[in-house]
């Protein structure tokens, strides 16, 4: 089940006022995440992916502003087994590759990679943790 929990403040200070928008701070790195879980994790090709993810950020583009501040607060990985039709736990091999996944996204910090360590604390489901 996907971690619906999210600090209100700590997404207030993500938003950006001008026409609604969230801040593409918060919204490519997601997009992006999203994009390397789909490839990464659950060896989907990235036309098919990227397509998956083209229709969702339609959808979600005439979405109300509060369903979109609950979206991108999802755990990426959650979203990408939602949209694959996946359920129960991920396999060794699957939480292998998502680990490897997240330390590149820890490297690439130097370069200013928006996910900063806490951040990507947050994209770590439960049950991957178990």
Do not use: C
């Not at 397509?51 to 991108?72: G, M, W, Y």
């Not at 996946?86 to 680990?99: D, M, N, T």
């Amino acid at each position: 089940m996907a971690n619906t929990d999210f600090d209100t403040h700590d997404t207030a200070a993500h938003e950006v006022n001008i026409g609604g928008a969230l801040s593409t701070e918060i919204e490519e790195p997601f997009w992006e995440h999203l994009l390397d879980v789909l490839v990464t994790v659950f060896n989907q090709s990235k036309a098919a992916s990227q397509t998956l993810i083209d229709t969702l950020r339609e959808r979600l583009e005439d979405a109300p502003k509060e369903t979109q501040v609950f979206f991108f607060n999802q755990n990426p990985l959650q979203v990408a087994k939602d949209m694959l039709g996946r359920e129960g736990p991920l396999s060794a091999e699957e939480k292998r590759r998502y680990s490897k996944l997240l330390d590149r996204f820890r490297r690439e910090e130097d370069r200013q990679h928006p996910l900063i360590e806490e951040a990507i604390n947050k994209l770590i489901p439960d049950d991957f943790l178990a």
